[in-house]
């Protein structure tokens, strides 16, 4: 072990800084990163653009409360203690 040290600070003397670079194998990882990220974002915006706009959204929550009321369940957020200010826990 105490020879081995000695023989690679001796090859860490020899490179020069300037002229280490990283490689096919660093351009590749840095592309299949790149080409990840852009299929993930693609799918993310497809994702976004398919959510209900603001008052759409608004005649969707209304419709499903209104509908909630009706069936005689009450409000989503009561739960078993009667409580109205948390969610309700999961059984």
């Given at each position: 072990?105490?020879?081995?040290?000695?023989?690679?600070?001796?090859?860490?003397?020899?490179?020069?800084?300037?002229?280490?670079?990283?490689?096919?194998?660093?351009?590749?990882?840095?592309?299949?990163?790149?080409?990840?990220?852009?299929?993930?974002?693609r799918n993310f915006m497809g994702k976004i653009k398919d959510l209900p706009k603001g008052?759409?959204?608004?005649?969707?929550?209304?419709?499903?409360?209104?509908?909630?009321?009706?069936?005689?369940?009450?409000?989503?957020?009561?739960?078993?203690?009667?409580?109205t200010d948390g969610p309700s826990p999961r059984s």
């Amino acid at each position: 072990m105490n020879s081995l040290l000695p023989s690679v600070t001796t090859l860490a003397s020899d490179l020069d800084t300037d002229t280490v670079t990283p490689g096919v194998l660093g351009f590749l990882i840095i592309f299949v990163i790149g080409v990840g990220l852009f299929f993930l974002m693609r799918n993310f915006m497809g994702k976004i653009k398919d959510l209900p706009k603001g008052e759409e959204f608004a005649a969707r929550v209304e419709e499903t409360d209104r509908a909630a009321n009706t069936d005689g369940t009450g409000d989503r957020r009561e739960n078993a203690r009667g409580d109205t200010d948390g969610p309700s826990p999961r059984s």
